[in-house]
């Protein structure tokens, strides 16, 4: 049996990570902040599909909580095989309506942790030869779309570099672009959806297994919704300057409110 950590394992996307690689047999370590929710989804899991399902209290916006997450990853006895850096948030706001210290935790929780643990799992992972990381990007990343985009653009570049770097090693590494997922994302960052359009939201579920099929091919970033890749096809094509004012005008017209 193999274990994968997964970081925002008790709601949306990292859930719905959770759901697949339990009933695919894999021993879990959940991370987040909430204990309670975190030993609820522990317990159903097991209940469920008969795996090992630890739980790991740490807010990855704290020095105390990424290095509790590295400690585990760094745990040669009880390796991790698979590691989901996925635990991230939004901030409602233009640039200067967001407070500094909320864009700092956004860089901190979206950047800095991925970094640090990705570099903890997959040291161990290099020396097995084997092993696999995913990390959660977005399509915002393709877009100028304050620091949201830019971490989220950082997760991407990061990853592809590494990848490149561990490439003969055996160790995988995929960023993953989704589009908008229903989950609680919006919400929890008081922004409202009734401006996206129905055909732009996908399913967390569906979402999870096109990832895990392309992590499968080796690819090494994955925008997994055929709309998505068409309307990302375009952004590739369209003139840098022109395209920030297209996003900003629809962003504004059909994004979050
Ligand atoms: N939903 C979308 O439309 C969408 C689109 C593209 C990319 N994404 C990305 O997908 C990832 C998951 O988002 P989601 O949509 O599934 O959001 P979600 O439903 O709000 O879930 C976020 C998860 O992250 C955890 N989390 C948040 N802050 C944390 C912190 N400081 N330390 C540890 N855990 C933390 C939350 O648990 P606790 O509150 O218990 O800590 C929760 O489990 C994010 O990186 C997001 O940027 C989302």
Redo the contacts with the bound molecule.
Sequence with gaps: MTTALI??????????FARRLATDGHNLVL????TE??QEQATELHDLHGIEAEVLT?????EA?IASAEARLSDRRHPVDLLVN?????NKGRFLEVSMADEL?MLK??CE?VLRLTAAATAGMKERGRGGVVN?????AFVPRGT?GAS?AWVVQFTQGAARDLAGSGVRLMAL????????????AGMGTDNIPAWMW?D?DKLVAAAMGDLARGKTVSVPDPRYKALMGAVKLAPRGLLGGITSKTGRKYGPQ
Excluded: Q
């Design positions: 970081t925002g394992a008790t709601a949306g996307i990292g859930a719905a991370v987040a902040r909430d929710r975190l740490a807010d990855l916006s704290t909580g996925n635990a991230g948030f939004g935790t929780v979206h942790a959660v990007a977005s399509v915002a949201y989220k672009c989704p589009g908008f997922v229903r989950t609680e994302f919006h919400e929890r996908l967390a």
